[in-house]
């Protein structure tokens, strides 16, 4: 009997433990560059600060708010939740459309997409679109992970498009394109985002 109740406490034990790490990981991030999965507990137990989930999609709400005519600009990202929160227009972007030898400009202006490509885009996007449509983001919205700027990642992916990921992550690459002004950019945990704005 008490060998059952130690196995059962045991088990309680460790459910309860991965629930709080996962509530954790998922709500907060620690404020350092460790890419280890138990940073966040090992920020909360040495009392260092954690960051919150969700601050970088507030400031990036509210630095989009600035612009005035922010209802009638465009936003190009992979989640609608910036477009939805500015009233803006939003074009669905998975950042692996295009061909081997795009260019980033290539890439905004969908230039080389396939019918595919654009079809998923234009359904998801806000309004939707149609497939030929022409529209120019006014502001592009790259979330990233750590992988896109190791080059000894270990899966595989098409050189041309490591690259414009990996620039993308890197508002500071002096190859930026000068038609991308960088006004937002956070690096924390495994992972960022930065948003840059377009001037094409």
């Known amino acids: 009997m008490k060998l059952k109740l130690l196995v059962i406490s045991l088990i309680l034990l460790i459910n309860v433990g991965f629930a709080f790490t996962l509530l954790l990981s998922t709500f907060y ?14 920020s909360l137990l040495s009392s260092d600060k954690l960051k919150r989930s969700d601050t970088d999609f507030t ?9 005035k ?33 795009d260019s980033v400009k290539d ?5 080389n997409w396939s019918e595919h490509d654009r079809w998923f885009s234009a359904i998801n996007s806000i309004p939707p679109q149609s497939i030929q449509s022409e ?18 990642t270990t899966w595989y992916v098409d050189a041309q498009i490591f690259y414009i990921h990996s620039l993308l992550a890197n508002p500071e690459d002096p190859n930026i394109p ?3 002004e960088p006004i937002y950019y956070s690096h924390s945990g495994s992972g960022g985002i ?4 377009v001037n094409i």
């Open 29 to 42: 991030q620690s404020e350092d560059e460790s890419t280890s999965k138990f940073s966040t507990i090992t």
């Open 59 to 67: 400031k990036i709400v509210q630095l989009l708010e600035q612009d």
């Open 69 to 101: 005519d922010i209802k009638n600009k465009t936003i190009m990202a992979f989640h609608l939740g910036y477009s939805f929160h500015t009233n803006s227009e939003f074009i669905y972007a998975s950042f692996d459309e295009g061909t081997p030898n």
């Open 107 to 111: 890439f905004i202006t969908r230039k």
């Open 135 to 152: 529209r120019i983001p006014d502001y592009l919205i790259y979330n990233f992970s750590d992988t896109v700027i190791d080059p000894t």
């Open 178 to 180: 000068e038609f991308l």
């Open 194 to 197: 930065v948003v840059y704005k």
